[in-house]
């Protein structure tokens, strides 16, 4: 019954929505090109709204072209862009209903953590969206993934950074790409998604739904953040490498809890040298799935007691932006560690012990 009456009411709904599409390049606006045999990105905002079989009905669609990129060639500096592009667009368009950003699928967890931190309580929807096949290509996800992107933004009574792509919705600090090739190419990293789209867009609890809040756009990050994968062997000297290039933060994939090396190559002796001399480490999990917990182990334990704060169940990507977003505002270290440990998009679902003792 609530599918056939909102299914109707966006049906009838007789002001069009207002949607702003941002393209930024990726897959989806890609061409191919003979001289190099590659895909590399091409299509105008224009061509990519062509693609779509029907147009898009009661949605009015304001087109704006910020990059064409390959996005494993996104810097920082872009998603600096990006949030001021998104701030640019709501002081001119304040009636918009919402924003879509489409987006290469390799780095579009990093850039949608990063637009989650520095633009928040947007109080629509800020739908990143993207595909694995160019969009001109006939079996292409890219239009259905636009489609869908854009129904959200339209219609989504949400009001979340998120990432749309083959029928589900993920919350920007919450998701990683896990699929080279699947239409399928994102998962959300627990909780479930945000919602699906079937008939209805079909949307969870726990979500921030659309609200009148005034939009806080806090566009800072310092670059300066490391992310270091600890693999067997991994020499701890490289840490204090990092240090003397001049990085202020660092997070550590640790293993499984966030585990680390305590024997042959002991990083904790690393960690509160890098940690004295003023740099902030984070403890992340290697697993997609799961969350850091340095109490559970005594390889957790001597990476907390040298200094290092837990990334608890963030993503390392949101971990890293997080750390990044932080260190644009302050390096005073009991801020930096009580902010690392508060929720501020979700990103933390979470916080504390696994309490498991294998007792
Ligand atoms: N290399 C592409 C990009 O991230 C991959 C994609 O969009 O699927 O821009």
């Given at each position: 019954?609530?599918?056939?009456i909102?299914l109707?009411?966006a049906?009838?709904?007789?002001?069009?929505?207002?949607?702003c599409l941002?393209?930024?390049?990726?897959?989806?606006?890609?061409?191919?090109?003979?001289?190099?045999?590659?895909?590399?990105?091409?299509?105008?905002v224009t061509?990519?709204?062509?693609?779509l079989?029907?147009g898009?009905?009661?949605?009015e669609?304001?087109?704006?072209?910020?990059f064409q990129?390959?996005?494993a060639?996104a810097q920082?500096?872009?998603?600096l862009?990006?949030?001021?592009?998104?701030?640019d667009i709501?002081?001119?368009?304040p009636?918009?209903n919402?924003?879509v950003?489409?987006h290469?699928?390799?780095?579009?967890?990093?850039?949608?953590?990063?637009?989650s931190?520095?633009v928040?309580?947007?109080g629509?929807?800020?739908?990143f969206?993207g595909?694995?096949?160019?969009?001109?290509v006939?079996?292409?996800?890219?239009p259905?993934?636009l489609?869908?992107?854009?129904?959200?933004?339209a219609?989504?009574d949400i009001?979340?950074t998120?990432?749309?792509?083959?029928g589900e919705?993920?919350r920007g600090?919450?998701?990683?790409?896990?699929?080279?090739?699947?239409?399928?190419?994102f998962d959300s990293?627990d909780?479930?998604?945000l919602?699906v789209l079937a008939?209805d867009?079909i949307?969870?609890?726990?979500?921030?739904k659309?609200?009148?809040?005034?939009?806080?756009f806090?566009?800072r990050?310092?670059n300066?953040v490391w992310l270091?994968?600890?693999?067997?062997?991994?020499?701890?000297?490289?840490?204090?490498?990092?240090?003397?290039?001049?990085?202020?933060g660092?997070?550590i994939?640790?293993?499984g809890?966030?585990?680390i090396?305590s024997?042959e190559?002991?990083i904790a002796?690393?960690?509160?040298?890098?940690v004295?001399?003023?740099?902030?480490?984070?403890?992340?999990?290697?697993?997609?799935?799961g969350?850091?917990?340095?109490?559970?182990y005594?390889?957790?334990r001597?990476?907390a007691e040298?200094?290092a704060m837990?990334?608890?169940?963030?993503t390392?990507e949101?971990?890293?932006?997080k750390?990044?977003?932080?260190?644009?505002?302050t390096?005073?270290?009991d801020?930096?560690?009580?902010m690392?440990?508060?929720?501020?998009v979700g990103?933390i679902?979470?916080?504390?012990?696994?309490?498991?003792?294998?007792?």
């Amino acid at each position: 019954m609530s599918i056939l009456i909102s299914l109707v009411k966006a049906l009838s709904q007789s002001d069009p929505a207002k949607v702003c599409l941002i393209t930024t390049g990726g897959t989806i606006s890609s061409v191919y090109d003979p001289q190099t045999a590659a895909l590399r990105p091409g299509l105008s905002v224009t061509a990519l709204l062509e693609s779509l079989p029907k147009g898009m009905g009661n949605v009015e669609v304001v087109q704006r072209e910020l990059f064409q990129l390959d996005s494993a060639n996104a810097q920082p500096h872009h998603w600096l862009e990006l949030a001021s592009a998104i701030r640019d667009i709501h002081e001119e368009m304040p009636d918009l209903n919402g924003i879509v950003v489409s987006h290469g699928t390799d780095t579009m967890a990093y850039s949608a953590a990063a637009v989650s931190f520095m633009v928040r309580d947007f109080g629509r929807p800020i739908v990143f969206t993207g595909a694995q096949i160019p969009a001109t290509v006939p079996w292409s996800d890219g239009p259905r993934n636009l489609i869908d992107a854009i129904r959200v933004a339209a219609f989504g009574d949400i009001a979340e950074t998120c990432i749309v792509f083959n029928g589900e919705i993920h919350r920007g600090t919450r998701v990683k790409k896990l699929r080279v090739n699947s239409y399928d190419a994102f998962d959300s990293m627990d909780p479930t998604p945000l919602g699906v789209l079937a008939r209805d867009i079909i949307l969870y609890e726990g979500r921030k739904k659309r609200n009148n809040l005034v939009p806080k756009f806090d566009i800072r990050i310092n670059n300066n953040v490391w992310l270091l994968k600890v693999f067997p062997g991994l020499q701890p000297q490289i840490l204090l490498k990092i240090l003397d290039m001049g990085y202020q933060g660092i997070v550590i994939e640790g293993f499984g809890a966030g585990n680390i090396p305590s024997e042959e190559n002991a990083i904790a002796g690393a960690i509160s040298q890098a940690v004295s001399q003023g740099c902030f480490i984070v403890i992340s999990s290697q697993c997609a799935f799961g969350q850091a917990d340095l109490s559970m182990y005594e390889v957790g334990r001597i990476a907390a007691e040298a200094g290092a704060m837990s990334a608890y169940d963030m993503t390392s990507e949101a971990a890293l932006i997080k750390l990044a977003w932080i260190l644009g505002r302050t390096t005073e270290p009991d801020q930096v560690r009580e902010m690392m440990a508060t929720d501020y998009v979700g990103e933390i679902t979470f916080l504390g012990q696994s309490g498991y003792t294998g007792a």
